[in-house]
């Protein structure tokens, strides 16, 4: 039986934080797409729209995830309210 593709969801794309760092930093994918961060570090994190555009995690320990699902086109930056200095982008087509 074939799918539509249309109504299949999409993959969910992952965003490893190791390092103090977002990886991948730039990040492209289609509208309706799942976008999971994990902390592979020792420290805890926490993942932050720049804008507001998206609900801020909370502090993830080491293995913890957070999640979020981007329906709308648009380029929504993020950063680590602990360290600001990690950035990342999340463009979606």
Same mark, same amino acid.
């Given at each position: 039986m $074939?799918?539509?593709a249309a109504t299949t969801p999409a993959k969910p794309a992952s965003v490893? *934080?190791?390092n103090f760092a977002f990886t991948p930093k730039a990040l /492209? *994918?289609?509208a309706g797409t799942r976008v999971v961060w994990t902390n592979r570090d020792e420290e805890?994190?926490?993942v932050v729209s720049a804008g507001k555009q998206f $609900?801020?995690?909370?502090a993830l320990d080491t293995s913890d995830s957070y999640a979020v699902t981007f329906d709308r086109p648009g /380029? %929504?930056?993020y %950063?680590? $309210?602990?360290?600001?200095m990690m950035v990342g982008t999340i463009i979606v087509q």
């Open positions: $074939a799918t539509d490893d *934080i190791r /492209t *994918i289609h805890p994190h926490v $609900a801020s995690s909370h /380029t %929504y930056t %950063y680590c $309210a602990i360290h600001p």
